[in-house]
Structure formats: C-alpha cells, structure tokens
C-alpha cells in the first residue's frame, strides 16, 4: 500500500523536511509515505479566497491516483486515538487501495475535495501550522505501524 500525502504548500524550511522525511523512511514499503505537495495559490490583502480554495481543490484532486481510498484532515473529522489509527492502517492494508491523506492550505480543505473523502480524521481541535501536521502526520503513521508490528517504538 502506497500512502500519498497531498498537502497545500511548498518551499518548506529544512526542519519540516527533515522531520517529515524522519518518519517517512522509517515506514516500510508495505506502507510506504509519499508526499505530493500542492502549490498554494497566492493570497493578497483582497484576494478571492473561495476562489484560492476551489482551485487549490482542483489541483488536489488533479494529484489523487486512480482508486484510492480519500481521507481528509479537517477538523470537523474523527478524531481518532493512535490505537484507532492503527486499526484504520490495519483496514487500509487489508483493502489492498492505496490511501491519499489530504490536507487544505490555510482557509482548509475546498468542497470538492471534502465530497470525495471516505474518512475524515481530525488531528484536534487546535489549528496547527500547516507544516507542522505534515510531521504530525507521518510520525503518527509511523506510531500506527509499530503498534501493527508490536514494535517498541509505541509504549
């Protein structure tokens, strides 16, 4: 199983990256973690924001493979327990789809790409830095894993 992680934004700092890609090559490939980043349209004083959004939606969907299972992160989602991801992984696995984990720029996810969603996971009710749930993300993928796998990462 393939997981794409498509993400609105570019040019992160070095410390996004490298925490991201930490968690990344820790996974297998049975679950391997791919990042697909969106280019995030350009905001100004009196920008069209729905039209930023709607757009930004459009080249999301533009980047989910064929026949894969949608999750969004929002925060009107589920908000699952690590244990919960983990059985969610373990269901992923077992479809034999890959899985695209999308998630919005700054104003959130467009509605175009909330309809195609089959989950929708909530990470909290805080908003966090869009570069920070990248990391967020892939660590908790990697946690997930390792409680499938009895690893001692998870304790």
Known sequence: ??????????????????????????????????LKEIAPGKRTKNSDVARIVKEEGERMIAAIPQSTHIVT???????????????????????????SLLIGGPEGLADSVKQLARESWSLSKL???????????AEQLYRAWSILHNHPYHR
């Open 1 to 34: 199983m393939q997981i794409n992680l498509i993400s609105v934004g570019n040019r992160m700092p070095g410390w996004v990256q490298q925490g991201y890609d930490e968690y990344a090559k820790r996974l297998p490939r049975e679950c391997e973690l791919v």
């Open 73 to 99: 992160l929002d925060i009107p989602g589920k908000p699952w327990t690590t244990p919960e991801l983990a059985e969610a992984m373990q269901r992923w696995l077992e479809s034999g789809q890959h899985v």
């Open 127 to 137: 908003t966090f830095p869009h570069p920070l749930v990248r990391i967020v993300v």
